[in-house]
């Protein structure tokens, strides 16, 4: 059984909206902040150096201003890549990065690459469109993976294969814990769990989805350079954060909290739990009336995740 199609929850609407104008206002400065997409693009990548695909057309899920979808115009070059970001701005931005290196298509006659406005959890595409659904650092914007994960298997064709990578739970875990000592107001997103987004697989319809972890460390000079990255990197989409400017009392009791932080090594450290995942979408299988034919491990883990 798959999740049954219902409207995004009033939150989850507002949510959407905020982050499209949020990352349209970053685009401009995103390659100060475009480090860190680059280094987890390159780990999730390494993972398809070991799986035989040759897909002909591919999805990138949250393309921000285009840098894996040229990534894979080198790793693929017969294949049309599609880039969806819900910030027109990113779009945008991804579009000129094609056109900047257009010539290198025309000598490698290689296939050019599209991009599109649109929300994840409603993506433009018929069934069974695309070979690959690569999605880097974007999921966790949403606070409805379960909306995101069974468009993702819609669009794929049998055989295909799921690829993302996300934030888990444990970032930014030490501004989350200077934040607390300022106010209790949420000042950051709070990501779905690794086995969580594995249970959305499933009852998204694929087959024995891995999901893994790992941690990456971040030191700051500064509590000033490691506010200043976090703006770069996001924004906290919770509808319940707190409204307006932060101001000066509060900000500098969070700069003292960071202070406490510091290391033996003089630097504030910052964490960044990295969620990636892989699926495929196999055939369904049927008897000989055309009934779907379930797995008996699957009994009971179907349905809308929680």
């Not at 591919?58 to 285009?66: E, H, I």
């Not at 900047?100 to 649109?118: C, D, E, I, K």
């Not at 697989?201 to 976090?230: I, N």
Request: charged content about 25%; proline content about 8%; overall charge positive.
């Amino acid at each position: 059984m798959k999740p049954s199609a219902a409207p995004p929850t009033p939150s989850a609407a507002f949510s959407a909206r905020f982050l499209r104008t949020a990352f349209d206002r970053r685009a401009p400065n995103w390659p100060q902040a475009d480090f860190l997409m680059r280094e987890v693009a390159s780990r999730l990548a390494s993972r398809l150096d070991y799986i035989k695909l040759k897909p002909t057309r591919v999805l990138d899920a949250g393309c921000g201003t285009g840098g894996d979808l040229l990534s894979f115009g080198e790793r693929y070059p017969e294949a049309y890549r599609v880039g969806l970001d819900a910030s027109l701005a990113m779009v945008k931005a991804a579009a000129a990065a094609g056109a900047a290196t257009g010539w290198r298509r025309l000598l490698r006659s290689a296939p050019p690459y599209g991009v599109v406005q649109a929300d994840f959890s409603a993506l433009p595409f018929a069934p069974r469109t695309f070979d690959l659904v690569w999605s880097n650092l974007a999921l966790h914007w949403y606070r409805e993976p379960h909306r995101v994960i069974p468009e993702w298997h819609r669009v794929l064709g049998n055989d295909g294969l799921l690829m993302f990578s996300a934030y888990g739970p444990d970032t930014l875990r030490e501004l989350r814990a200077a934040w607390a000592e300022v106010d209790d107001a949420p000042h950051a997103l709070e990501p779905t769990d690794m086995h969580d987004l594995g249970d959305m697989m499933v009852a998204s319809g694929f087959d024995t989805p891995v999901t893994d972890m790992e941690r990456l460390t971040l030191t700051f000079e500064t509590p000033d350079t490691l506010l200043r990255d976090v703006r770069l990197l996001g924004v906290n989409p919770r509808p319940e954060r707190r409204r307006g400017l932060t101001g000066r009392a509060r900000l500098a009791a969070l700069r003292a909290a960071l202070e406490r932080q510091r290391g033996a090594d003089g630097t504030i450290a910052l964490t960044f739990e990295l969620v990636y995942g892989h699926a495929w979408k196999i055939p369904e299988k049927t008897d000989a009336a055309g009934n779907a034919v379930v797995r008996l491990q699957d009994i009971g883990r179907g349905g809308r995740p929680r």
